[in-house]
């Protein structure tokens, strides 16, 4: 058996690791208030893959879920501890070469104010709300209006 290579990040309420295993089979997941199970069979190879995690902090093993993909399992661990970061995975500081950070997900949620995040979702709603029939024709081909400007006259031909 080996380890499966993973990604983690920390969210206010949650943490999510991601096993990154393709084509697994018997995925297994056991989640206790400090620690993590993983394990499966992934590829064509039919490769045996076993991780245990030993947590930063603490979860609530009833509500941390997992889902499985074609390319990987993400597991959500729901913290016993909403609102405090985990600057690591791990209890221990050393590292583990199979683990590393997913920075495409990770967020600096702790310099947050909720002031901030409302204005953020009211900015995303706005945004999303937004249609793409009334938006102006920015880059100045109007049909209908045919303007000369001062910057159309005609180039002279190159020698």
């Known amino acids: 058996m080996q380890p499966a290579t993973a990604k983690w990040y920390d969210r206010r309420d949650s943490v999510f690791v991601e096993f990154c295993v393709e084509d697994s ?15 499966c069979i992934s ?4 490769i045996k893959q076993q991780n245990t995690v030993e947590l930063f902090g603490e979860i609530d093993p009833k509500e941390s879920k997992h889902r499985r993909t074609d390319r990987s399992v993400l597991c959500c661990l729901r913290k016993a501890e909403t609102g405090k970061s985990w600057p690591r995975l791990t209890k221990d500081k050393t590292k583990c070469n199979w683990l590393s950070v997913d920075f495409n997900n990770w967020k600096d949620w702790e310099d947050d104010s909720d002031e901030d995040l409302s204005s953020f979702d009211k900015f995303s709603e706005m945004m999303n709300s937004m249609g793409g029939d009334d938006l102006p024709d920015l880059d100045g081909a109007d049909d209908e209006h045919d303007s000369a400007d001062s910057d159309d006259e005609k180039m002279p031909d190159l020698e």
């Open 25 to 39: 089979k018997d995925v297994h997941v056991n989640f206790d208030r400090s620690k993590m199970d993983f394990s």
């Open 43 to 46: 590829g064509t190879d039919n």
